[in-house]
């Protein structure tokens, strides 16, 4: 049985035109209008031997003739052999089912077997579901050095005056080509692969546009924003829990205690589009030591490289006391954002129970409504953004989540500034000596938490156990016994609490040892104040 592997077809839109290749032209195929046939006999009269034997396989024939008539409308071949290309409904872009529509390649030899669409996948290597248009097209090809063609003589005159095709185009005969199966396929799929299989040029049936209007296009990724952004305010506002609560991790130790945080700490937020560059400060007071100086030092050198400025206040806050800090504020080119924490404090419906819900009311009456209160804050810097804030509910029923939103709208385009595994620049001996700080100032009152220094002296990391030795400087010898207590007792409280926290941190089991040293007057030594890294 002759091979039958030549197809071709035809838009029925008016400005599409399809010139047929060399290869149909050597084959003797010629084209007619809907009206050159009108009976079965006249079709095969007109047949030549090769395609009478074409024709002659039938089933072939009928497959063939059943996907390409389900166009509809249009002119018609009699019998069976009805091989109009019409206008089926619209594409329905990007994806199509390659399953019934994927031609041999134009070397192969058609066989009956290669006309099932499981075959056809199989041998290309493919599955039968929908896959983007481009990778079919890619598969089929097409040879550019065709010319296109807009007319060609028929075979039914001996003249050589050439016409201009019918919009209904008939073939018929053997071709080269390919035979494209294409059961339920949209005219623009027909002209796509028609383009690929006569290699029509791109400039007569303009597949590339068309390509691309079918084609999804995945979309440039989104820009990468990094920066700098420090977290001012006076004492115990809530700026280490905003820190805590916007990396999701304890990073900051917070008391109830003001001056808890006495470094600048940073914690970086990262994700595949940004990079945040978080900076925990010391509460903005009025100096009193040199100690003190040195925290104010840290708060300074984080207004001037900051991209963005968050300055925390709360609903209890009246005034600014430093005033070249806030002088600083001002002229700052950072963007900056007022957050003005513990609104909730000023909701009695948001309390748990009568008691704090009473509370809330006679603060409402003595300091106004949350909303009062950011108004005042707008008026105190015109240029800001004043959001309201309760930085212990997190997310966002505590407005941390458009904290968020708000930093990353206002960081320049830029590439990260720190590995995106990091999330600090301090080392663990430093977090391990904030902690058993942080368990000081949580077990003493008074004065002894700020005449505390630690430092760890000792971090040996097994697979299982951290081993470390701290040691806890006080400035007098008359507190050195109010921290360790009788018999120990009061250091042993201390020790077993930060121990808890540094497992709960560093998620392994720690031992701690704990030493007391007398440093007389450290807070005003400027050699201990190098030595613990409060002064250059």
């Not at 003589?153 to 095709?165: L, M, V």
């Not at 700026?239 to 600048?264: D, F």
């Not at 050198?301 to 600083?328: G, W």
């Not at 470390?468 to 201390?494: C, F, P, R, T, W």
Request: proline fraction near 7%; charged fraction near 25%.
């Amino acid at each position: 049985m002759a091979q039958l592997t030549a197809t071709c077809a035809a838009l029925r839109s008016s400005s599409a035109q399809v010139a047929l290749s060399d290869d149909v032209k050597k084959s003797g195929l010629t084209t007619m209008s809907d009206d050159d046939w009108e009976t079965d006999a006249d079709f095969e009269n007109n047949l030549t031997e090769a395609e009478q034997r074409a024709y002659g396989n039938r089933e072939t024939m009928e497959k063939y003739n059943t996907v390409m008539s389900k166009g509809g409308g249009g002119g018609s071949v009699p019998g069976e052999a009805k091989m109009s290309l019409a206008a089926p409904p619209a594409p329905t872009p990007p994806s199509v089912d390659v399953s019934d529509i994927l031609p041999p390649p134009a070397h192969t030899p058609m066989s009956a077997d290669m006309l099932a669409p499981s075959t056809a996948t199989q041998r290309l290597g493919m599955s039968s579901q929908p896959v983007q248009l481009a990778a079919v097209l890619a598969e089929v090809g097409t040879d550019s050095t065709c010319s296109p063609r807009t007319s060609r003589p028929s075979s039914r005159t001996s003249t050589s005056t050439a016409r201009a095709p019918s919009p209904s185009l008939h073939t018929r005969g053997p071709s080269s080509a390919c035979l494209v199966h294409a059961r339920g396929c949209s005219r623009l799929l027909a002209t796509l692969f028609l383009a690929s299989c006569f290699a029509v040029s791109s400039a007569r049936l303009q597949c590339h546009p068309a390509l691309c209007a079918v084609t999804s296009v995945a979309a440039p990724p989104p820009p990468h924003r990094a920066g700098f952004v420090s977290i001012v305010g006076v004492p115990n506002v809530g700026k280490s829990t905003l820190l805590n609560a916007l990396l999701g991790e304890r990073l900051s130790i917070a008391t109830s205690k003001a001056q808890t945080t006495r470094h600048r700490i940073l914690g970086i937020d990262n994700s595949d589009d940004h990079q945040i560059v978080f900076s925990d400060t010391p509460g903005v007071l009025l100096p009193q030591y040199r100690l003190q100086e040195g925290m104010m030092a840290f708060v300074r050198s984080s207004l001037n490289d900051a991209d963005v400025l968050l300055l925390v206040v709360d609903v209890f806050q009246q005034d600014f006391p430093d005033e070249k800090v806030l002088r600083q504020l001002r002229a700052s080119p950072a963007a900056l954002l007022v957050l003005v924490n513990k609104v909730d404090l000023l909701d009695p419906e948001a309390a748990v129970d009568e008691r704090r819900a009473a509370k809330a009311a006679e603060r409402v009456a003595k300091l106004g409504t949350a909303e009062e209160l950011l108004q005042r804050w707008r008026d105190e810097f015109p240029g800001a953004t004043v959001l309201p804030l309760a930085a212990r509910r997190g997310g966002d029923g505590g407005g941390v989540d458009a904290v968020r939103r708000h930093v990353l709208a206002l960081l320049p385009e830029h590439p990260p500034f720190y590995p995106k595994e990091q999330l600090t620049d301090r080392p663990e001996r430093f977090f391990a000596a904030e902690m058993l700080r942080e368990a000081i100032f949580e077990h003493y009152s008074q004065e002894i938490p700020y005449s505390c220094e630690c430092r760890v002296t000792s971090f040996k990391e097994a697979e299982e156990i951290i081993r470390m030795s701290a040691e806890i400087y006080v400035a007098h010898d008359s507190q050195k016994g109010v921290v360790i207590g009788k018999g120990g007792a009061a250091l042993k409280k201390v020790g077993t609490s930060a121990r808890k926290k540094m497992e709960t941190f560093f998620d392994k089991k720690v031992f701690l040892e704990t030493r007391v040293k007398v440093r007389a007057n450290w807070r005003q030594d400027k050699k201990s104040l190098e030595e613990f890294g409060y002064i250059d």
